[in-house]
């Protein structure tokens, strides 16, 4: 039953990125050359409800669809490690036209060639998950 929650959430978050045009390789383009606010009020918006719904969740102590307690880990903070790695995710970003998201929305959508954006993704993921104990953290 979770699954079918799980995959009409998905379905909806997908119709939802389509017809919000934030799947469009145009819209990201406009973003990047900083020619329209359009992206950049929906991220605005996707990190201010994100940010709301982390504090409701730290504030009441809200659990997981499972019943387990939501835990926050903190990490060790670092400019470097943050500059390096939204340059690396920007490039990406910047040159697939895509981030994870609108990824699968557009294959979704039917949009062929983002299949080769996706196998590359799923191929970067797996070297990381071969690298990561080399990589600075």
């Not at 900083?34 to 659990?63: C, D, P, W």
């Not at 390096?84 to 970003?93: A, E, K, P, V």
């Amino acid at each position: 039953m979770r699954t079918i929650i799980y995959l009409f959430i998905g379905i909806l978050f997908g119709i939802t990125m389509f017809k919000s045009e934030a799947a469009s390789w145009f819209r990201i383009y406009e973003m990047f050359k900083f020619e329209s606010f359009h992206m950049y009020g929906i991220i605005g918006t996707a990190l201010a409800v994100g940010l709301v719904v982390v504090q409701l969740i730290k504030r009441y102590k809200i659990n997981s669809f499972y019943g387990e307690p939501i835990i926050f880990m903190s990490k060790e903070r670092s400019i470097a490690r943050y500059l390096i790695g939204g340059i690396i995710f920007g490039l990406g970003w910047a040159l697939a036209g895509a981030c994870p998201g609108p990824m699968f929305t557009l294959a979704g959508a039917g949009y062929a060639p983002i299949l080769v954006v996706i196998v590359a993704s799923l191929l970067g993921t797996f070297l990381y998950g071969l690298l990561k104990d080399q990589l600075p953290h």
